[in-house]
T-cell receptor
Framework: GQNIDQPTEMTATEGAIVQINCTYQTSGFNGLFWYQQHAGEAPTFLSYNVLDGLEEKGRFSSFLSRSKGYSYLLLKELQMKDSASYLCAVRAWQAGTALIFGKGTTLSVSS | SQTIHQWPATLVQPVGSPLSLECTVEGTSNPNLYWYRQAAGRGLQLLFY??????ISSEVPQNLSASRPQDRQFILSSKKLLLSDSGFYLCAWSQGNTGELFFGEGSRLTVL
């Protein structure tokens, strides 16, 4: 099976940079995804890593190290609207195309 | 462009009653389809996924079932709901072997 760990909660202030870590244990790794979920809403896709390294998309970046089973999501120039849950998810060959999600990290941004 | 819809958005059901949640995808063909449940403090749990009509994989043994009667339609059912079935149910779709998942708006179920 798969095991995905990420911190439960984090806090930060507007304009700051925050890094949300995710560690995973799985066989047949086939990609790591980050999603954002605002309270009461469906998750929305942020980023995808399948090879080692950094993927940058505007204020958000995601890093992957397959040998360490480790990823992080980096959020720069934080805004109040970034307050949300951030979900780390892994795709593994034995689960087909489905994603297995961690429990999520709730980020609170204050002014 | 592709869209996904699920309904109803909210429902309150008594213990022991049946359940039917529906999900449809538009603007694509032969999508992979998924049902997830999100209970308080437990994260997104994969319930079922389907790669084609009539092909259903179940990830968690429970009193729920899924069916895919048409290419872009995915239905989640139960004959008798339990209190533990309460949660936020999300339908999702993806394309191919590597695409990201796109989620519907979600259905919030409360079993009393």
């Amino acid at each position: 099976g798969q095991n995905i760990d990420q911190p439960t909660e984090m806090t930060a202030t507007e304009g700051a940079i925050v890094q949300i870590n995710c560690t995973y244990q799985t066989s047949g790794f086939n990609g790591l995804f980050w999603y954002q979920q605002h309270a009461g809403e469906a998750p929305t896709f942020l980023s995808y890593n399948v090879l080692d390294g950094l993927e940058e998309k505007g204020r958000f970046s995601s890093f992957l190290s397959r040998s360490k089973g480790y990823s992080y999501l980096l959020l720069k120039e934080l805004q109040m609207k970034d307050s949300a849950s951030y979900l780390c998810a892994v795709r593994a060959w034995q689960a087909g195309t489905a994603l297995i999600f961690g429990k999520g990290t709730t980020l609170s941004v204050s002014s | 462009s592709q869209t996904i819809h699920q309904w109803p958005a909210t429902l309150v059901q008594p213990v022991g009653s049946p359940l039917s949640l529906e999900c449809t995808v538009e603007g694509t063909s032969n999508p992979n389809l998924y049902w997830y449940r999100q209970a308080a403090g437990r994260g997104l749990q994969l319930l079922f996924y389907s790669v084609g009509i009539g092909q259903i994989s179940s990830e968690v043994p429970q009193n729920l079932s899924a069916s895919r009667p048409q290419d872009r339609q995915f239905i989640l059912s139960s004959k008798k709901l339990l209190l533990s079935d309460s949660g936020f149910y999300l339908c999702a779709w993806s394309q191919g072997n590597t695409g990201e998942l796109f989620f519907g708006e979600g259905s919030r179920l409360t079993v009393l």
